[in-house]
């Protein structure tokens, strides 16, 4: 099936004669020469992705206890769901002159701007998760007497464990988006200015094995979540 | 509180059947649960005009080492009453006592087997039925010791560190009945515990538990909608009618214990299941 | 012992039902209309945040509306709004048909499904943004490339949910329908397609919530018109208020597209609450 792909993808671009579009072996050997030739792909990654885990850390670390505590507070959730219908509406890109103008072409601008593309998702999917808690569970934790405190550790967090990680990934995913977006539109850096720089060049070749690369990256992050996710709650499979 | 661990009771065999005279001594140990014209409404949603009047004026005792079971149509009522002796949900009106105390919440001298079983699916059976025990703070050492006890007692003796999920019905219910057992409480509430489980299963655990009960003498309301189980089990039934939900009658079931499948057979049971039949098809509808 | 354990206290969780023998009531809170109220709090935090703080970043909310009622009034302004309007309503429909098409492929035929599943998911998770510059490298400045990225952040979330939507049909259903001898057809026109409606239409609504989003973040990309350029040239200016004029305007649009959606969904799958 790969092999039909990667087939198909060659043939095509052969045949389209589009100076924009790189054939299959040449991305290859683009990539090639990102990691082992010029080698710059590395620090490409390595710049963006210092955005990427303090926005993305930031951004759980907030969503998750507040997801938490409008799960448990009626009020709090009222007062919140405006600014979530917002957040969920609103397309971030046009934001991002904004966290320029705040926080300069800085690393504090690029992280602000991924916790806008993530926090909003981990938020409502671990809010979500405490919703959908069986009450029957809650009830029967009442009826052994259990405190508040013990319903929340044993039986509420456990229970939304699982729509918490589809929350964390979805962030990341999010987040992922997020890091590129800012480097496209306004802080020429890591791998985004590596794409733009390729593209004005005109060696799509190279514009393909970048993009290869961030895709490789946002699934192997990804199958890292499902990983710890398996581990971190093993029943629910 | 005359208190046997739940330790001490395994190792001791059962005790033997009680003869007629000390059950009828045991079984007027005095008013374990009273009701006195106890009252519940719901409110609907938002208009008021869908207000449901689950209970009305519901005036019961129940005695220590009796086993109750209540049985009645559909919505009448029964897992609500349950529900409000637990101390799960507020009533309107009347009282409520358990060991002549007014009843406010949940309390260590009540255990509650679910008919959902209401096991926790992320803990192993062995956490499942510690339950109980943890929430009263009891050190894991312990609570775990007391548990593998009762995990014996209800025969899953070597599932321990099962999951709910790889356990049948049947068992995840033993592992319910073993985490109320756990707590060592003075009255096992059941609602329709064995309604999820199939037939077969079902009588075995029919079975199952009048033996537990035998030698632990657990005061018992149970709920349930099948008749033959109703007598099977009881000393009386209580038959409640719906809308609203009245106590319609109670009827004593005179059985001797032991009992088992033999008891199904006699001319009294049938008796008894008859008449209660002839007194459900009128509220009936279908 | 049992005996000894703490009595439960009551206290004022959620979770509690605080028995006690008295008549509930409803709460002061839940009559409250807490979420305009909150919104109210915000606005006027808003505002007088960027009143006393002037801050070039904070402009206080009355500016921004201000500047939105201005932009609104040009002529030019909505000569961008049309023109972003155009790009969402094209490439949504090819995105629509598309997704609707190959979702359900994938959902009846295993190998379908097998062939395409990893290449979808990969697109779905992955940062649809990346593939922007590719766009443009293939498509130039045209609408090729508008019309493309509304179409990749729209499309794959509904392949993905269509294609849930038909697997997890109720085989029971369609055997209902076979055992009275209904057709193939007839049973996908009277079984399959009603029952997986509310799946396909959250698909529809996410993406749609996407194409916004894939309209917007192409137009500040790689084009010089509709709404997206107009943020691009706002922010380039550093004319802040109008980037959040902008930004409003985008959001009232995701509503309204939202609420027609809703409109469609709610006709659509009436049976299912
Ligand atoms: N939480 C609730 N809110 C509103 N109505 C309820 C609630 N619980 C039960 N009821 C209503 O009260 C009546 C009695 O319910 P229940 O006690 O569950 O009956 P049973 O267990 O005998 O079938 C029914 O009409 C039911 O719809
Ligand atoms: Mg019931």
Redesign the interface.
């Given at each position: 099936?790969l092999v039909a792909?990667l087939t198909f993808w060659e043939v095509a671009a052969r045949l389209a004669h589009?100076?924009?579009?790189a054939t299959f072996s040449d991305t290859m050997v683009a990539a090639w020469d990102l990691m082992f030739g010029n080698g710059r792909i590395w620090e490409a990654m390595l710049n963006s992705n210092a955005a990427l885990v303090l926005g993305f850390a930031i951004s759980a670390v907030t969503a998750v206890p507040l997801g938490l505590a409008a799960g448990?507070?009626?009020?709090l959730d009222?007062?919140?769901?405006?600014?979530t219908a917002?957040l969920?509406?609103?397309?971030?890109?046009?934001?991002?002159?904004?966290?320029?103008?705040?926080f300069g072409l800085s690393l504090a601008a690029r992280v602000s701007i991924v916790i806008l593309f993530a926090v909003i998702f981990i938020y409502v999917n671990t809010r979500a998760g405490v919703r959908s808690v069986?009450r029957?569970?809650?009830?029967?934790?009442?009826?052994?007497?259990?405190?508040?405190r013990?319903?929340w550790t044993?039986?509420?967090i456990?229970?939304a464990?699982p729509a918490m990680f589809a929350g964390l990934?979805i962030g990341l995913?999010?987040a992922?988006?997020g890091?590129?977006?800012v480097e496209?539109?306004?802080v020429a850096t890591g791998?985004g200015k590596l794409?733009?720089e390729y593209?004005d060049r005109?060696q799509?070749a190279y514009?393909?094995a970048t993009?290869l690369f961030?895709?490789a990256e946002?699934?192997l992050l990804?199958e890292l979540a499902r990983f710890i996710e398996r581990k971190v709650?093993p029943?629910?499979d | 509180m005359t208190d046997v661990t739940a330790a001490s009771t395994e190792t001791q065999p059962p005790a033997p059947w009680p003869d007629d005279a000390s059950l009828a001594a045991a079984s007027h140990g005095g008013p374990m649960i009273e009701l006195r014209g106890v009252s519940k409404e719901f409110l609907g949603d938002r208009s008021s005009t869908t207000t449901t009047h689950a209970l009305d004026n519901i005036s019961l005792t129940v005695n220590e080492h009796e086993f109750i079971t209540v049985i009645g149509p559909s919505g009448c009522g029964k897992t609500t009453l349950l529900?409000i002796v637990?101390?799960?949900i507020p009533y309107d009106s009347g009282q409520v006592l358990v060991k002549g105390k007014p009843v406010t919440g949940?309390?260590?001298d009540?255990?509650?087997v679910?008919q959902?079983f209401?096991l926790?699916?992320?803990?192993t059976v062995l956490e499942n039925v510690a339950?109980?025990l943890?929430?009263?703070g009891i050190p894991r050492a312990e609570r775990e010791e007391q548990a593998r006890v009762l995990i014996k007692t209800v025969g899953l003796a070597g599932f321990e560190s099962r999951?709910p999920?790889h356990l049948s019905g049947g068992m995840q219910q033993r592992v319910g009945l073993a985490?109320a057992l756990a707590?060592n409480p003075d009255i096992l509430?059941m609602d329709e515990p064995f309604g999820a489980i199939d037939e077969q299963t079902r009588r075995i655990m029919q079975e199952e538990l009048l033996r537990i009960w035998g030698y632990r003498r657990k005061t018992v309301l149970f709920v349930t909608h099948s008749m033959e189980e109703a007598v099977l089990l009881a000393d009386r039934v209580i038959l409640m009618s719906p809308r609203p939900g009245r106590v319609h009658e109670i009827i004593d079931v005179p059985l001797p214990r032991p009992r088992g499948r033999e008891t199904e057979r006699t001319r009294e049971f049938t008796d008894i299941k008859e008449l209660l039949w002839d007194k459900l098809r009128v509220m009936q509808t279908v | 012992m049992a005996a000894a354990?703490p009595?439960?206290?009551a206290?004022a969780?959620?979770?509690?039902?605080a028995p006690a023998p008295r008549r509930p009531r409803r709460s002061l809170?839940?009559r409250l209309p807490?979420?305009?109220?909150?919104?109210l709090a915000?606005s006027l935090l808003w505002e007088i945040a960027g009143r006393t703080m002037d801050?070039?970043?904070?402009p206080p909310l009355s500016m921004i509306l201000a500047d939105l009622v201005t932009l609104l009034g040009q002529e030019s302004v909505r000569a961008n709004i049309l023109a972003s309007l155009q790009a969402l309503v094209i490439g949504f429909a090819i995105s629509l048909v598309f997704g609707l098409v190959v979702g359900a492929l994938m959902g009846r035929f295993l190998s379908v499904e097998?062939?395409l599943d990893i290449?979808v998911n990969?697109l779905l998770?992955?940062?649809?943004?990346?593939?922007?510059?590719?766009f443009?490298?293939?498509?130039?400045l045209g609408d090729g490339t508008r019309l493309s990225v509304v179409v990749v952040y729209a499309v794959f979330v509904i392949i993905i949910n269509t294609m849930t939507a038909i697997k997890t049909v109720d085989p029971a259903m369609v055997e209902m329908a076979r055992a009275f001898g209904a057709s193939e057809a007839f049973i996908i026109r009277k079984v399959m397609i009603p029952a997986s409606m509310p799946l396909v239409m959250a698909g529809v609504r996410l993406g749609l919530?996407r194409a916004?989003?894939g309209m917007?973040?192409g137009e500040?990309?790689v084009t010089f018109v509709g709404?997206?350029a107009l943020?691009?040239r706002?922010?380039?200016q550093?004319d802040?208020s109008k980037?959040?004029a902008?930004?409003l305007i985008?959001?009232i649009l995701?509503?309204v597209t939202?609420w027609v959606a809703q409109l469609v969904d709610d006709r659509l799958t009436r049976w299912a609450d």
């Open positions: 099936m792909f589009n100076i924009g579009i448990r507070s009626r009020i009222r007062a919140l769901s405006p600014y917002i969920l509406a609103i397309p971030v890109a046009p934001l991002v002159p904004i966290a320029i103008t705040a069986d029957r569970l809650v009830e029967m934790a009442h009826a052994f007497g259990a405190s508040e013990t319903i044993k039986v509420v456990p229970s464990v990934r995913g999010r992922l988006t890091m590129v977006a496209l539109l306004l791998v794409l733009l593209r005109l799509p514009v393909f993009v961030v895709i946002a699934l990804l709650a029943w629910n | 529900r637990a101390g799960l949940p309390g260590p009540r255990a509650v679910f959902s209401a926790l699916p992320w803990a339950f109980g943890e929430t009263r999951l999920r985490r707590v509430l | 354990a009595q439960p206290t206290s969780a959620p979770f509690d039902p809170a839940r807490v979420e305009g109220l909150s919104l915000g801050l070039p970043w904070l097998a062939a290449y990969a998770v992955a940062p649809t943004i990346i593939l922007i510059p590719v443009f490298a293939i498509f130039g919530g916004v989003k917007i973040t500040m990309l709404l997206g943020a691009a706002f922010g380039s550093f802040m980037v959040f902008v930004s985008v959001l995701a509503a939202n």
